[in-house]
C-alpha cells in the first residue's frame, strides 16, 4: 500500500518521517553540544583553584569551583601603572570606529563594484581578491612605512584606517550584493527619482543585512581580540588584550588570573553574535528576490 502523502494548498509535500525528524534533531543536539564545550572548559578552567589547574591528568569539570581568579585579575589591574579603564575604552573606541568604517566604505565600495558598470572596475576586484591570498604580516613593512609617512604611528588612526578598508569586508559585501539585490528594484528607483545615494541606503542595504551583520561580527572580534601592535608605543594607547596579557604573564602563580582573562575576553564577541545570531537567521531566510 503506498505511503500516504500530505498535501498543503493541494499542492503534494513530500515530508520525512516522525523517526526521521527525531534522528535529524538528536543529530544537530549532539553536535551542537560538542561546538559548545570549548567555551564550557574555559569557564571551568576559570573556576578552577591552582591544586585543579595543574592536575595531571587533566579533568573536565571543576571540583572545588571558586572566583578567587577573578578577584586576582581585578587585584593585578588595580596595580597597573596605566588605568585599567584606559586600556578599556581604547579597545571599545578602536572597535566600534574600526568596525564602523569597515561596514561604510566595504558597502559603498561593494555596492559600485556589483551594481554601477565602470571602465576599470573588474580589474579593481581582481585585485581585491587577489589581495585575499596575501596575510597582513607580508605588508606590514610597507603599511609601517604608509603609517609612518602620514605620521599615525602611535595614534589611534594607525589602528582604525587599516580597519576600514579589509579586502575581506569587500569581497563578502560585493558577492552578496551582486547575488541578492535585485537590478529591477534599482532600476526601479532610480525611475523614481531616487538619487544614488538613496538608492543604496534605502534599497539596497536592507537588502544585505546578513552580509553586513556578518561583517559587523567578524570586524568587531577582529579588533577586540587584537594584541600587541607595532603601530602602538604609547603605553597609553595600548588595548585591553594587550594589557591582560602582560598582566598575567608573571609566571605559573597567574595561571589563574589568566584562565579568568581568557573569559572575560571571549565574553564581549559571543554577546555582539548573540545579539545578531537571529537577525542573520532571519534575514538569511527571507533575502532572495525575483525579478
Same mark, same amino acid.
Given at each position: 500500500?503506498?505511503?500516504?502523502?500530505?498535501?498543503?494548498?493541494?499542492?503534494?509535500?513530500?515530508?520525512?518521517?516522525?523517526?526521521?525528524?527525531?534522528?535529524?534533531?538528536?543529530?544537530?543536539?549532539?553536535?551542537?553540544? &560538542? $561546538? %559548545?564545550? @570549548?567555551?564550557? +572548559? #574555559?569557564?571551568?578552567?576559570?573556576?578552577?583553584?591552582?591544586?585543579? /589547574? &595543574? $592536575? %595531571?591528568? @587533566?579533568?573536565? +569539570? #571543576?571540583?572545588?569551583?571558586?572566583?578567587?581568579?577573578?578577584?586576582? /585579575? &581585578?587585584?593585578?589591574?588595580?596595580?597597573?601603572? #596605566?588605568?585599567?579603564?584606559?586600556?578599556?575604552?581604547?579597545?571599545?573606541?578602536?572597535?566600534?570606529?574600526?568596525?564602523?568604517?569597515?561596514?561604510?566604505?566595504?558597502?559603498?565600495?561593494?555596492?559600485?563594484?556589483?551594481?554601477?558598470?565602470?571602465?576599470?572596475?573588474?580589474?579593481?576586484?581582481?585585485?581585491?581578491?587577489?589581495?585575499?591570498?596575501?596575510?597582513?604580516?607580508?605588508?606590514?613593512?610597507?603599511?609601517?612605512?604608509?603609517?609612518?609617512?602620514?605620521?599615525?604611528?602611535?595614534?589611534?588612526?594607525?589602528?582604525?584606517?587599516?580597519?576600514?578598508?579589509?579586502?575581506?569586508?569587500?569581497?563578502?559585501?560585493?558577492?552578496?550584493?551582486?547575488?541578492?539585490?535585485?537590478?529591477?528594484?534599482?532600476?526601479?528607483?532610480?525611475?523614481?527619482?531616487?538619487?544614488?545615494?538613496?538608492?543604496?541606503?534605502?534599497?539596497?542595504?536592507?537588502?544585505?543585512?546578513?552580509?553586513?551583520?556578518?561583517?559587523?561580527?567578524?570586524?568587531?572580534?577582529?579588533?577586540?581580540?587584537?594584541?600587541?601592535?607595532?603601530?602602538?608605543?604609547?603605553?597609553?594607547?595600548?588595548?585591553?588584550?594587550?594589557?591582560?596579557?602582560?598582566?598575567?604573564?608573571?609566571?605559573?602563580?597567574?595561571?589563574?588570573?589568566?584562565?579568568?582573562?581568557?573569559?572575560?575576553?571571549?565574553?564581549?564577541?559571543?554577546?555582539?553574535?548573540?545579539?545578531?545570531?537571529?537577525?542573520?537567521?532571519?534575514?538569511?531566510?527571507?533575502?532572495?528576490?525575483?525579478?
Amino acid at each position: 500500500m503506498a505511503k500516504k502523502l500530505r498535501t498543503r494548498k493541494h499542492k503534494v509535500v513530500l515530508n520525512r518521517s516522525a523517526g526521521g525528524d527525531a534522528g535529524i534533531a538528536f543529530m544537530l543536539i549532539i553536535l551542537g553540544a &560538542f $561546538m %559548545f564545550l @570549548p567555551m564550557v +572548559y #574555559v569557564v571551568m578552567q576559570s573556576l578552577k583553584p591552582l591544586d585543579e /589547574l &595543574f $592536575m %595531571f591528568p @587533566p579533568r573536565f +569539570y #571543576v571540583m572545588n569551583p571558586t572566583f578567587q581568579n577573578f578577584k586576582d /585579575l &581585578f587585584t593585578l589591574m588595580n596595580t597597573s601603572m #596605566v588605568p585599567f579603564s584606559r586600556y578599556i575604552f581604547n579597545t571599545v573606541f578602536t572597535s566600534v570606529a574600526g568596525t564602523t568604517g569597515n561596514l561604510f566604505f566595504s558597502s559603498l565600495a561593494a555596492y559600485a563594484l556589483a551594481k554601477i558598470k565602470f571602465p576599470g572596475g573588474k580589474f579593481m576586484f581582481t585585485t581585491v581578491r587577489t589581495s585575499l591570498m596575501f596575510h597582513s604580516t607580508v605588508t606590514g613593512i610597507t603599511s609601517f612605512i604608509i603609517m609612518s609617512t602620514f605620521r599615525m604611528v602611535d595614534t589611534y588612526w594607525a589602528i582604525i584606517i587599516p580597519a576600514f578598508c579589509t579586502s575581506l569586508g569587500l569581497y563578502l559585501m560585493k558577492q552578496f550584493m551582486e547575488t541578492n539585490v535585485s537590478d529591477a528594484v534599482l532600476e526601479s528607483a532610480r525611475l523614481d527619482g531616487a538619487s544614488e545615494i538613496k538608492t543604496f541606503w534605502v534599497i539596497a542595504m536592507p537588502m544585505v543585512k546578513p552580509a553586513w551583520l556578518t561583517l559587523i561580527i567578524y570586524s568587531f572580534q577582529g579588533l577586540w581580540n587584537a594584541g600587541a601592535s607595532i603601530y602602538i608605543h604609547s603605553e597609553q594607547l595600548k588595548s585591553f588584550n594587550y594589557a591582560i596579557n602582560q598582566i598575567v604573564a608573571g609566571g605559573i602563580r597567574r595561571s589563574g588570573a589568566s584562565a579568568a582573562s581568557t573569559v572575560i575576553m571571549m565574553l564581549v564577541p559571543i554577546l555582539v553574535f548573540v545579539i545578531t545570531q537571529s537577525n542573520i537567521i532571519e534575514t538569511m531566510g527571507s533575502s532572495g528576490m525575483k525579478d
